[in-house]
């Protein structure tokens, strides 16, 4: 009985974290001339939120997300476990920012829609970064989301949002570099 306790305790735990999601993700990863398949093992959010500023113009504030996907038992106690340096071979993360609509801010939840990369400040791809490990190191692309001169194309969308999980896909290209397929991720309690 005890045992079943504890069990019944840490599947609870992960899940008010925002982990154990991310088994419907399936990704195709290049850059330059390497492709990856990403078959996610874990999905995780970050909920947050941006003040943008512009000279002579109001701030604006806006949600801003993260979603983490991993192909391995990624630690989703907090938002640094799930930034922790990889350490194994053929580990893999992926981290998408997205931010929201206008007067949006971290208590905001997910919603539908689609996010886009021309940096826009609203309903916008704000990040993409894959981490991955292989040679003894670990190695990142990072996708040239906050710039206006950025070539990069495509978007995010927001398929399904319940109370527990998002699912959405991912087209994006910048050059030689493209994540593309389906996620999904569980949704951390709200605090």
Do not use: W
């Not at 874990?42 to 997300?65: F, K, M, Y």
């Not at 340096?85 to 993360?93: E, F, G, H, M, W």
């Amino acid at each position: 009985m005890k045992r079943y306790i504890v069990i019944t305790m840490c599947a609870l735990f992960a899940v008010a974290c925002g982990g154990v999601g991310g088994s419907g993700t399936s990704l195709a990863i290049k850059s330059g001339d390497k492709s990856i398949s990403f078959s996610g093992k874990v999905g995780a959010t970050e909920l947050g939120n941006v003040i943008s500023t512009t000279p002579g113009q109001p701030n604006l504030q806006t949600s801003s997300h993260r979603i983490y996907l991993a192909n391995y038992e990624m630690d989703t106690t907090n938002v640094g476990t799930m930034r922790k340096p990889l350490t194994s071979a053929d580990q893999i993360r992926v981290e998408i920012g997205i931010t929201g609509e206008a007067a949006t801010n971290e208590k905001s939840p997910f919603k539908v829609g689609t996010y886009t990369v021309t940096n826009d400040k609203i309903n916008d791809v704000r990040a993409l970064l894959v981490t991955t490990y292989a040679d003894g190191k670990e190695s990142k692309i990072d996708f040239d989301t906050m710039s206006s001169m950025s070539k990069m194309t495509g978007e995010v969308k927001i398929t399904a949002v319940t109370d527990d999980s998002i699912t959405g896909t991912i087209d994006i290209t910048e050059g030689d570099k493209s994540v593309k397929g389906s996620f999904t991720a569980k949704i951390g309690a709200k605090k």
